[in-house]
């Protein structure tokens, strides 16, 4: 069976730090990736998603970035936390087909000071 | 623009029938997704509906309507354990889902 595994599960950085979450999927191959933030009360904001090796699209401007160095990984990351980037982090695989459900990880509680 | 909207918050009783509605505006269609998400965790996948009509799992049901635009998760039987957020979600003529704020759903003794 597929697995997800991502983390920390919480992390506290200071305001200008670097950032580096990553994500790791279990069970499939060429999945497609996703990294997602949920503000506190609101829905899920697509980051990023991959649909293989190398290829990422972002989804919102940012400070963040993202990379696929292997199949099967997914790795979120900043040169400089800003306090607007608090939030709740999760990451997401789906199979390489249409039609199919996300499957999450367990999430990062990020909070920047 | 594409657009999800659900209630913001349900309260309902331990035992007693729930539904959630959601309206959505996409551009194109492929696809209705519910998730349940419990506080400090992740969502989990609760069901899928392209087609007009009902689909049944257990204690939740989810009904779709393209032409309206509409749908609704059905919870029977509430245990104090559904107390959670239920998130809606469509899919777009790309593949991509367009999220709904969630409806926090409040289950009373």
């Known amino acids: 069976s597929q697995t997800i595994h991502q983390w920390p599960a919480t992390l506290v950085q200071p305001v200008g730090s670097p950032l580096s979450l990553e994500c790791t999927v279990e069970?499939?191959?060429?999945?497609?990736l996703y990294w997602y933030r949920q503000a506190a009360g609101r829905g899920l904001q697509l980051l990023f998603y991959s649909v293989g090796i190398g290829q990422i699209s972002s989804e919102v401007p940012q400070n963040l970035s993202a990379s696929r160095p292997q199949d099967r990984q997914f790795i979120l990351s900043s040169k400089k936390l800003l306090l607007s980037d608090s939030g709740f982090y999760l990451c997401a695989w789906s199979p390489p087909t249409d039609y199919s459900p996300l499957h999450f990880g367990n999430g990062t509680r990020l909070t920047v000071t | 623009g594409q657009n999800i909207d659900q209630p913001t918050e349900m309260t309902a009783t331990e035992g007693a029938i729930v539904q959630i509605n959601c309206t959505y505006q996409?551009?194109?269609?492929?696809?209705l997704f519910w998730y349940q998400q419990h506080a400090g965790e992740a969502p989990t996948f609760l069901s899928y509906n392209v087609l007009d009509g009902l689909e049944e799992k257990g204690r939740f049901s989810s009904f779709l309507s393209r032409s309206k635009g509409y749908s609704y998760l059905l919870l029977k039987e509430l245990q104090m354990k559904d107390s959670a957020s239920y998130l809606c979600a469509a899919m777009d003529s790309n593949y991509q889902l367009i999220w709904g704020a969630g409806t926090k759903l409040i289950i009373k003794p």
């Open positions: 069970g499939t191959s060429n999945p497609n």
């Open positions: 996409t551009s194109g269609f492929n696809g």
